[in-house]
């Protein structure tokens, strides 16, 4: 059974770093046919692609967030990092991580999200 | 980056209706299109990938077509579960984008 799960601070101040850790289970992190993603939704908006990672350790980025953000990953644990530098109260949104296969290319399994809120 | 625009941004429809969403990226994006169906509260759940194959678990009444850059979502008929906020996102290169979302309201 795949699962993904997001942890993290709900609350952190402007300027501070962000860290959200993704933990997945059901699939490994070393399996060349997979990756994880990560996507945001502020409230009431649309979707927002971040960042994403495999197992080669191919890394990519959102163009506009490119410079605040660092994804990682630790195989051993089943957990793939985010950071997002200099938060900002825009940065309020959901966070969820999912799982992308090479093949196709889509997020077909998804953590349930947690809800990041920035404020002073 | 690509850009990738629904239409509708909204639509009403009754149980039954035949209901059609539509995607249009920036550029080519061959079949690289996948479209994801989200409830108020819930993760996004994976309909359709690489433009017209239908994730395991996901009704027939789901279909996708279109390649390049124009893509169609279809519900054949819609049911009292299908409404929600339907998403479309190309895969082709990074970074990934997705389109602004169509709502999908009881009439």
């Known amino acids: 059974q795949v699962t993904l799960k997001e942890s993290g601070p709900v609350l952190v101040k402007p300027t501070e770093t962000l860290t959200l850790t993704c933990t997945v289970s059901?699939?490994?992190?070393?399996?060349?046919?997979?990756?994880v993603s990560w996507i945001r939704q502020p409230p009431g908006k649309a979707l927002e692609w971040l960042a994403h990672?495999?197992?080669?350790?191919?890394?990519s980025y959102s163009t506009s967030l490119r410079s605040r953000l660092t994804i990682s990953k630790d195989t051993s644990k089943s957990q793939v990092v985010l950071t997002m530098t200099n938060m900002d109260p825009v940065d309020t949104a959901t966070y969820y991580c999912?799982?992308?296969?090479?093949?196709?290319?889509?997020?077909?399994?998804w953590g349930q999200g947690t809800l990041v809120t920035v404020s002073s | 980056d690509i850009q990738m625009t629904q239409s509708p941004s909204s639509l009403s429809a009754s149980v039954g209706d035949r209901v059609t969403i539509t995607c249009r990226a920036s550029?080519?994006?061959?079949?690289?299109l996948n479209w994801y169906q989200q409830k108020p509260g819930k993760a996004p759940k994976l309909l359709i990938y690489t433009a017209s194959s239908l994730q395991s678990g996901v009704p027939s009444r789901f279909s996708g077509s279109g390649s390049g850059a124009d893509f169609t979502l279809t519900i054949s008929s819609l049911q009292p579960e299908d409404f929600a906020t339907y998403y479309c996102q190309q895969s082709y290169n990074t970074p990934r984008t997705f389109g602004q979302g169509t709502k999908v309201e009881i009439k």
């Open positions: 990672i495999f197992s080669s350790d191919e890394k």
């Open positions: 059901g699939f490994s992190l070393s399996n060349a046919e997979l990756g």
């Open positions: 550029q080519s994006i061959t079949k690289y």
């Open positions: 999912a799982r992308v296969p090479v093949r196709g290319l889509a997020l077909d399994y």
